[in-house]
């Protein structure tokens, strides 16, 4: 087994997997689904996107749980062929004070009606604040329910445990107690969310999640490296080629539709900007002299008639803009999968992030762990 596949691409590698009874292409971007009233779903458009949804999300809404339960999640979302992975909504559970309540074969029932192709296990984060004993009593109930789902996730639904950590000797030691339990082709790190949403803009947060990836990616390679690793809730796409380098094969993110009702639109190589000083989220404006996208929205428009559309209020301006952040999402993975192809993807790291203000530092830090890698 190789310990990293080249000097060029970083941990990234192209890979084709088998789940449930599908080819699973990767590296890929999920783009986290909620259920809520005029949520466009840009599947149905763009190709090749693959959907993450939230258990806790469909739990809250008994017509829905019943729905999907009758008809299954692909019928329910008009997907055709696309990967569903359902999270299991721990995060949301224990940020609402909920997750020691929930019963995860609650979850599990949940994730087998629908018949999703990837089930997460109901997993507890570790926030940074916990005291020992809640993070080991977390941990160990979190381990409990790898062993449910190992147990009781059928009809070749593929299960995927959620490693947590603050260190990279707890990645280490949750991993090495998760391989015990079972064989996954899919592992997850999770609670890395409210790390990066810590008030602070200094990109050194970002270092220890690195550190983390890295380190759940050769711990995998010691076990089988063809077993796919997911991160969840990178936000920005540029992050996202940071943990492709780093050994990630599938990332998530919600900030496509999250950005998008803030009047934010993305631009590569640049990032998040407003169309609107209705938002609050971000001080700095899109630069249309920049401009230049060929998604479903925008695709051969006047630049003045793209400008209209995103700054549109109500339903139709926030479905453009959450349409085109897909789309800009995706064409960016699409980039990466080529490169990745030629051997080139820290080029193309360098290219779009090598100048950015926030993304260059941690740029510069992951590729200096990786050359300790080699």
């Known amino acids: 087994m190789s310990n990293i596949s080249n000097q060029s691409n970083g941990f990234a590698k192209q890979q084709t997997t088998k789940i449930h009874a599908k080819d699973f292409d990767t590296p890929t971007m999920m783009l986290t689904y909620s259920f809520r009233l005029n949520n466009p779903r840009p599947w149905k458009k763009i190709p090749n996107c693959s959907v993450m949804t939230n258990a806790y999300d469909i739990l809250q809404n008994g017509r829905l749980e019943n729905r999907i339960k009758t008809k299954g999640i692909h019928s329910e979302l008009e997907l055709n062929g696309e990967i569903c992975a359902m999270d299991s909504g721990g995060f949301q559970f224990i940020s609402r004070g909920e997750g020691e309540k929930i019963d995860p ?17 109901l997993d ?15 941990t160990q109930q979190s381990l409990e329910n790898i062993k449910l789902s190992n147990q009781h996730i059928k009809n070749g639904i593929e299960v995927m445990p959620v490693l947590h950590g603050r260190t990279t000797d707890e990645i280490r030691s949750f991993q090495n107690q998760v391989k015990k339990i079972g064989d996954f082709k899919i592992w997850g790190i999770g609670g890395l969310v409210p790390q990066m949403k810590q008030s602070s803009t200094s990109h050194k947060r970002y270092f220890s999640i690195i550190d983390r990836v890295i380190e759940a990616r050769k711990g995998l390679n010691k076990i089988d490296d063809n077993i796919l690793l997911h991160i969840f809730g990178v936000g920005s796409p540029l992050a996202g080629l940071l943990f492709l380098l780093s050994g990630a094969d599938s990332i998530e993110s919600i900030s496509w539709i999250m ?3 803030y009047f934010l639109v993305y631009q590569d190589k640049i990032g998040a900007r407003k169309v609107s000083n209705k938002t609050t989220l971000c001080t700095t404006s899109v630069k249309w002299d920049e401009y230049n996208c060929t998604c479903p929205i925008c695709d051969n ?15 139709i301006g926030f479905q453009n803009r ?30 779009k992030l090598g100048h950015h203000r926030f993304f260059k530092g941690i740029l510069n830090y992951t590729l200096k762990k990786l050359e300790n890698c080699l």
């Open 322 to 351: 959450a349409m085109h952040n897909a789309y800009v999402y995706q064409k960016i993975l699409v980039e990466a999968k080529e490169a990745i192809n030629e051997n080139r993807l820290v080029e193309l790291c360098k290219e």
């Open 259 to 261: 950005n998008a009702k």
């Open 301 to 315: 428009l006047d630049l003045s008639v793209i400008e209209e559309k995103m700054k549109a209020s109500g339903n």
């Open 124 to 138: 507890y984060p570790i926030l940074q604040d916990f005291s020992q004993n809640k993070i080991e009593k977390l």
């Open 105 to 121: 074969l609650k979850v599990i029932e949940l994730q087998n009606q629908s018949d999703v192709d990837i089930a997460v296990c």
